[in-house]
Nanobody, 128 residues
Framework: QVQLVESGGGSVQAGGSLRLSCAVS????????MGWFRQAPGKEREGVAA????????YYADAVKGRFTVAQDNAKNTVYLQMNSLKPEDTAMYYC?????????????????????WGQGTQVTVSS
């Protein structure tokens, strides 16, 4: 079992930055794909980034490439999503998710159904 807790959300003006954190507890020693998703009201949940814990390979959706960076801190069992140059369309609830299958990262990281564990989410609001 794995527990995920997100933090770091908030309100920011367009062009600003936020860093989201996803604290991982439980079985922290398994290799897994750690994904970041977001869901705006009335829209489907979309994958924005993922990281494979073994080799730190990272994957990004086109909408955030060049602006968002996903990274991990093994000592703190935490995965981060650094978000720069934020836009109003980035406004959403952000979730982290985990799955113990590297293939999820390489070919399916944007598919919510492929993940086994989810956090409760943290709200990001970007004003223009």
């Amino acid at each position: 079992q794995v527990q995920l807790v997100e933090s770091g959300g908030g309100s920011v003006q367009a062009g600003g930055s936020l860093r989201l954190s996803c604290a991982v507890s439980g079985n922290t020693h398994s290799s897994r794909c750690m994904g970041w998703f977001r869901q705006a009201p009335g829209k489907e949940r979309e994958g924005v980034a993922a990281l494979y814990t073994d080799d730190r390979s990272t994957y990004y959706a086109d909408a955030v490439k060049g602006r968002f960076t996903v990274a991990q801190d093994n000592a703190k069992n935490t995965v981060y999503l650094q978000m720069n140059s934020l836009k109003p369309e980035d406004t959403a609830m952000y979730y982290c998710a985990a799955r113990s299958a590297p293939s999820v990262c390489t070919t399916e990281f944007q598919q919510p159904a492929k993940y086994s564990y989810w956090g409760q989410g943290t709200q990001v609001t970007v004003s223009s």
